[in-house]
Each structure stands twice: as C-alpha cells, then as structure tokens.
C-alpha cells in the first residue's frame, strides 16, 4: 500500500493506492483540483512523490 499525506496544513489529505504509479496520478489530481495548480512541474511531482511512503506492513526494501 502506498500512503500519500498532503503537506498543506490547510488540507491534510490522505491517499493511497496499491501502486505508486497510481497514487501518482491521484496526487497530480489531487493538486489540480484541491489546490488549483493546473499543470504540476515535474519538479513539484517528484517533490510529492518523494514523500510518499509505503505502508507494506513489513520491510520492503
Ligand atoms: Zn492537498
């Protein structure tokens, strides 16, 4: 499972998905349509990307 919280104290959403290409394309959506941003750089998506963690549950390494 991977687990994306949005940084924005204002916002403090919560993703997730079983792959992180898919919670991917829910995080471009999520910053497109909660915080306005209609074209995300790739600078700002692997930002976001860099903070999403992977709840396996175990140690996946
Ligand atoms: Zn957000």
């Known amino acids: 499972?991977?687990?994306f919280h949005?940084?924005?104290p204002a916002c403090a959403s919560h993703l997730t998905a079983s792959t992180k290409d898919e919670l991917?394309?829910?995080v471009e959506?999520?910053?497109k349509d909660v915080h306005?941003?209609?074209?995300p750089t790739?600078?700002?998506l692997s930002y976001l990307a860099?903070?999403?963690r992977d709840e396996a549950g175990f140690s996946a390494r």
């Open 50 to 52: 860099s903070t999403v």
């Open 29 to 31: 959506q999520h910053v």
């Open 1 to 3: 499972m991977q687990e």
């Open 24 to 26: 991917m394309r829910q």
């Open 42 to 44: 790739q600078t700002i």
């Open 36 to 39: 306005n941003v209609d074209n």
């Open 6 to 8: 949005c940084d924005s």
